[in-house]
Nanobody, 114 residues
């Protein structure tokens, strides 16, 4: 059974940092390109960062220079380091494998507010 479990969210002040984790089970993690997504209230889910199975990464323009995606294949876990947070980063964050039909996890709420 495939499971994707996001954690690490919370309330952070503007400019602060946070690291999210994505624990996976039931998949051959190292074989997949993984991505982080976010969904703000009233908006569609958007992709924010991608890490290919070979380790290369891409970021959305809105988070370039601030967010870093990484992975630990030995732990079947992905990460999203978020620095220099802005209020517009407030959203529920999800992870998933690209080009898959894996079920979405519950996400983790990140709120950026002073």
């Amino acid at each position: 059974q495939v499971q994707l479990v996001e954690s690490g969210g919370g309330l952070v002040q503007p400019g602060g940092s946070l690291r999210l984790s994505c624990a996976t089970s039931g998949i051959i993690f190292r074989a997949y390109t993984m991505a982080w997504y976010r969904q703000a209230p009233g908006r569609q889910r958007e992709e924010v960062a991608v890490i290919f199975y070979g380790g290369a990464t891409t970021n959305a323009e809105s988070v370039k220079g601030r967010f870093t995606i990484s992975r630990d294949n030995a732990k079947n876990t992905g990460y999203l380091q978020m620095n220099s947070r802005k209020p517009e980063d407030t959203a529920v964050y999800y992870c998933n494998a690209k080009l898959s039909n894996f079920p979405w996890g519950q996400g983790t709420q990140v709120t950026v507010s002073s």
